[in-house]
């Protein structure tokens, strides 16, 4: 028998698409652009082109403190103490059971809104599906025999067999009273006797007559015989007569004027009405869907049957929809409001501006440029660049073709000066990488065959993370230096400002020739000016993955005034915009491009409309995170040496001064290899262990209150440690007999020292024997009760707590401190052990063997732990809650952390609502037992979401506590480089607050800005007539309206943003970061925060907000 046909290989490529709808939180038909300046010429204005250089405004530096924004030194803290007060009544290895303040304020939710399906199958499901059959026949009407507008009218009754599919009275008429009734609405079903079947008004004698207001034409011209219009309902034939008499106008303008946007000039077939237009418009651009599928969706409403399908006008629409975008661009941006008309557009100039970037001239201060050199961070502008290989292009059509309606009048650059340019180019290597990620890993191997691009690439506005005026370009091949210098030299031609950031995944390669190429190859039509000052950087996600030394002068985290910016805002644009891809791929070049162009258009417009909700959601987190950063930072800097801190700013402070690239000064945040090796903790273990076994001996003959109670405290120290070895050998399951021998000795010795003791009780306590007999006979034991244990680590110490306080205290006191310090050591240990492991040792055997030296110190930390926190419970029980709780305060598993670990994490269920109700009760955590008995010091892994990368990483308490005295502290690497992260933390969280209130700023000044902008076009171009006059000054006043609508309403968000901005903030939908409550602050930082720039009043008149 012949073997059967092999199966066919399955496609590898492709797969599911990405889909990120956008939410669509305003009308878009109101989406703006912006522009630098204008100028008048003859009897109208005209836009000027920007210029270059930055420019100079005559004036000193000033303090103006007219206008600023709410700040408080203790958000996030804890000024009053409640919670602080909570803990203290509260055991001190329990949890607090008690729900949040939030949790128990709130209103608890019905079953209807958390679970609106269930309600509705169970309840209405039935009911719905009734009435949804009931359309389908009269309903109300079923015995009505005679039209009811022919009884108002008093005329002979017809017979009601039409009924309209969008009348809000779902009645029937007669033929002739339908027509009557619909002449402009002629969508409609006729009732056969038994059911409803597809007619058209054309079918019933409706003509529909334009150019006349409703009335008649003297000289009508019936339309082409397969006049179709496209609505939201589907495709519908309609009877449509053009106007031939002496108010003839062409017949494209006459359906224009009643809402029909035909496909051609001529002869035309096929129209589509504004509301289908607009609404295909929003729906392609914010769920990214095809024209295609949206064309299949008119089909199928129009005949779902497949019998009598309309013939296809899906070429006509995609002509429509192109058309139809691109008079929106048109419209918001201003050219039909100019007197040169759409001719005259420039460069760019369709693009939405970022209010919030700083453009001199709009919305910055007079003397900006004289800023002292602590402030002039706050006009520095931040761009971030990357590249995108899905939007792909295949070889498809052509320029000549299709060439494009405004190819370089938004965000995509012109086309004819950069492909020219990176032509003479092609022959540049293409961008290597240092960095492990697959998509630059890939980007310049990737099959290109069939493309005529490969992606495209981006500079965005890395504060607002709006795309920047003319900051896309198309790449050929690849990621190459060409293409990313000319979209770099086109967004630059729109800075003037002194101080530009740029943000690059690979600034460390494309950075360092730039200036070369800038001198050697660059045109000089894109040439920007030499003063501007440029600094590199590389974002957050992607700067850890380079893995070179000392390329912390790339890294956002240490780079003076660019906040908690990130630069990763080029991701954020490509997620919604990936699955353009499978749209655009096939279309022709030049429509593609307008495409690109409406789809950026509306990413800017959603950020523009949401610009207050985002900030005050930013501003909120930074002055909590500015305080929190602050005060560990403080707390941190008071348990070093004060000298050692000194010196330890000094370099700090002379490397971020250093202005050559790469930088010369010595890197504070760079430190040497810092380990210990296995053979020198083994020594140390081994050392600790000779002089633990030789003082193990305790005098019997000790009678002072001293060594009494000095007794009882070593015995309780055995204690704990009896208790974990016993723990131990029980979880194992091959104990060997020389551990059970070493573990009945030590309790053999435990058991005589124990004996020893209660020989000198009746000394010091006389009255114990009595009160334990008391005791015994209050409290009976349950006759269930397990019995006692007879091991000496189970047995009950009498310490004397009702002696004089003061010796135990100083003994308790010492224990804490003692403790604590040996926590920071092995914690200190375990980090250069930890280093050393990861660098060093590779493999199974020596990896088990290094991690078994490492949870050997791990034990020393937990019995450190077990220590404090017995001797801070005797603490308390002796003197009571006080000051002191502030310096020993409740040991929680989390809090034991070296200080380059971020936070712990807390405890998940998993990811909300996917668990079943009888799978919920059962998935709860339960609340983390304080006992040292499951904390682990290892790093845990963290999501995307859990907000605990480098920027919000705060130190432990026991870092800020005691003194970290050790004598090595100078040559101490790890914590030099530890401190100075936590000051740049400090400083980036400072300098958030500060260019958020900047940014709110500006925001204000653009929108009034802008709403003069639209006034002085109230004015129409010369030669036009009444009507278009009226339209064009009622557009402009609206445009105006709108922007001090917004400036009004983000001005109200801004008034008390810490008190009153939650709500307002989620309705943004992102997730607000949380914050965990710190000290209280001191009225240092309250004196620091007065020494801030000040922000100018937008006019005397406005309110302080």
């Not at 939030?102 to 079953?111: L, P, Q, V, W």
């Amino acid at each position: 028998m012949a073997n059967p046909r092999p199966a066919k290989r399955l496609r590898t490529t492709g797969g599911p698409a990405y889909h990120a709808p956008l939410p669509s939180l305003d009308d878009y038909s109101l989406v703006h652009s912006s522009e630098g300046r204008l100028v008048r010429v003859g009897n109208g204005l005209k836009t000027a082109p920007l210029l270059r250089m930055p420019e100079h405004a005559t004036g000193s530096w000033s303090r103006v403190s007219e206008w600023t924004l709410p700040d408080d030194a203790e958000f996030a803290l804890d000024p009053t103490g409640d919670s602080y007060d909570e803990a203290l009544e509260m055991d001190v290895m329990d949890e607090d059971g008690k729900p949040s303040a939030s949790e128990a304020n709130g209103k608890k939710r019905s079953k209807v809104s958390r679970r609106p399906h269930v309600v509705w199958k169970d309840q209405y499901r039935q009911v719905y599906l009734d009435e949804v059959l009931r359309w389908a026949g009269r309903g109300d009407f079923r015995s009505a025999s005679q039209c009811p507008d022919c009884l108002a009218r008093s005329a002979a009754p017809g017979v009601p067999a039409y009924w309209c599919e969008e009348c809000i009275i779902p009645d029937l008429t007669c033929a002739s009273c339908c027509v009557r009734r619909h002449r402009m609405h002629p969508f409609h079903r006729k009732w056969t006797g038994s059911h409803f079947a597809e007619v058209s008004l054309k079918s019933i004698g409706l003509k529909i007559q334009l150019n006349h207001g409703g009335a008649f034409c003297e000289k009508p011209i019936p339309c082409h015989t397969n006049f179709r219009v496209l609505h939201t309902n589907g495709i519908h034939e309609v009877d449509v007569r053009f106007c031939g008499c002496a108010k003839v106008i062409p017949v494209h303008l006459q359906l224009l004027r009643r809402g029909l946007y035909p496909a051609s000039q001529l002869s035309i077939q096929t129209c589509a009405t504004f509301t289908l237009l607009d609404q295909l418009h929003m729906l392609a651009l914010t769920t990214k869907g095809s024209t295609y599928d949206f064309y299949r969706a008119l089909e199928k409403l129009t005949d779902n049957t497949g019998i009598n399908p309309p013939k296809s006008r899906y070429r006509a629409l995609l002509r429509m929809v192109l058309q139809w975008r691109h008079l929106k661009l048109l419209k918001r941006g201003g050219p039909g409001h100019d007197s040169t008309g759409v001719a005259g557009t420039k460069a760019g100039e369709l693009a939405l501006r970022c209010p919030s970037c700083p453009i001199p001239g709009v919305n910055l201060p007079e003397g900006w440029e004289d800023a002292p050199e602590g402030m002039k961070f706050l006009y520095m502008m931040i761009i971030c660049m990357d590249a995108n290989f899905r939007l792909k292009n295949q070889l498809v059509s052509s320029y000549s073709q299709d060439p494009g309606l405004g190819i370089g009048w938004a965000y995509m650059v012109p086309r004819a000066g950069y492909e020219a340019y990176v032509l003479s180019r092609a022959d540049d290597a293409d961008i290597s990488t240092c960095v492990g990620l697959q998509a630059l890993a890939k980007a310049n191997t990737k099959y290109s065959y069939g493309l005529r691009y490969t992606g495209v690439g981006l500079g965005a506005c890395g504060r607002s993370e709006m795309i920047l005026p003319l900051g896309v370009g198309n790449l050929q091949k690849g990621e190459r230096y060409a293409n990313m210098d000319y979209i770099f030299a086109m967004v630059m031609q729109w800075v003037l400002v002194a101080l530009v950031l740029i943000s690059y995944d690979i600034a460390c390669q494309w950075f360092v020739n730039l200036f070369n190429r800038i001198e050697g190859h660059w045109p000089e039509e894109i040439k920007f000016p030499n003063t501007i000052q440029l600094r590199p950087a590389i974002p957050k996600l992607h700067e850890p993955m380079h893995q070179t030394k000392g390329h912390q002068v790339y890294s956002f985290n240490y780079i003076p005034g660019v906040g908690l910016t990130d630069g990763e805002c080029p991701e954020r644009v490509w997620g919604p915009h990936n699955a353009l891809g499978n749209s655009t791929k096939t279309q022709g070049p030049g429509s593609r491009q307008d495409v690109l162009d409406d789809h950026f258009a509306f990413w800017n417009w959603l950020k523009y409309i949401n610009m207050g909700y985002t900030l005050l959601r930013r501003y909120k987190a930074a002055v909590a995170q500015r305080n929190l950063q602050q005060e560990g930072h403080r707390g941190l800097t008071n348990s070093l040496d004060a000298e050692l801190i000194e010196k330890w700013e000094k370099l700090c402070v002379e490397w971020e001064q250093d202005a050559s690239f790469p930088k010369k000064k010595k890197n504070p945040y760079y430190n040497k290899d810092a380990y210990l090796s296995e053979a020198q903790v083994k020594k140390e273990l081994a050392e600790e262990e000779e002089r633990r076994l030789a003082q193990g001996g305790v005098s019997l003959h000790a009678t002072s209150a001293w060594s009494f109670i000095q007794m009882g405290l070593d015995l309780e120290e055995t204690q704990h440690r009896l208790k974990r070895l016993s723990k131990t050998n029980a979880g194992k399951l091959n104990i060997t007999l020389g551990q059970e021998r070493t573990l009945t000795e030590e309790r053999n010795i435990l058991r005589g020292r124990i004996r020893s003791w209660e020989k000198l009780l009746h000394i010091y306590l006389p009255g114990l024997l009595q009160y334990q007999t008391d005791l015994a006979k209050q409290t009976s034991p349950p006759t269930n009760a397990p019995p006692k244990s007879e091991h000496p680590e189970d047995f009950e110490l009498w310490l004397p707590s009702y002696l004089p306080a003061a010796i135990e205290e100083r003994l308790r006191d010492a224990q804490c401190s003692d403790s604590l310090e040996k926590i920071q050591r092995i914690l200190k240990v375990k980090s250069r052990m930890i280093y050393f492991k990861n660098k060093n040792l590779r493999g199974q055997r020596d990896g088990t063997r290094s991690r078994t030296v490492i949870d050997r110190v791990h034990e020393k930390a937990r019995h450190a732990a077990d220590r404090y926190r017995s001797a801070r419970r005797g603490k308390l029980a002796l003197t009571g809650p006080g000051k002191w709780e502030e310096t020993f305060r409740v040991l929680e598993d989390g809090d034991i952390r070296g200080y380059q670990d971020p936070n712990r994490l807390r405890p998940r269920v998993g990811r909300r609502g996917v668990l079943e109700d009888e799978q919920l009760a059962q998935a709860q955590p339960e609340p983390p037992e304080s006992n040292g008995e499951g904390f682990e010091l290892f790093n845990e892994q963290r999501s995307r979401r859990d907000g605990t990368g480098e920027t919000r990483r705060t130190l432990s308490w026991i870092w800020q506590t005691v003194p970290i005295s050790d004598a090595d502290d100078d040559q101490d690497e790890i914590l030099r480089v530890e401190w100075a992260k936590s000051r740049a933390r400090a400083a980036r969280a400072r300098e958030e607050v500060l260019l958020l209130k900047e940014e709110m700023r500006r925001v204000l000044a653009f929108l009034q800005w802008k709403a003069n902008w639209w006034t002085a076009r109230l004015e129409p171009r010369d030669g036009l007539t009444k009507e278009l006059e009226e339209g064009i000054r009622a557009y402009a006043q609206s445009q105006s309206k709108l922007q001090e609508d917004l400036a009004t309403h983000f001005r109200a968000l801004w008034k008390a943003p810490l008190e009153d901005g939650e709500t307002a903030a989620n309705r943004t939908g992102d997730a607000e970061a949380e914050v965990e409550d710190g000290e209280d602050g001191e009225e240092e930082e309250e004196e620091e925060e007065e020494e801030e720039f000040p922000i100018e009043p937008l006019s005397d008149d406005d309110d302080d907000p």
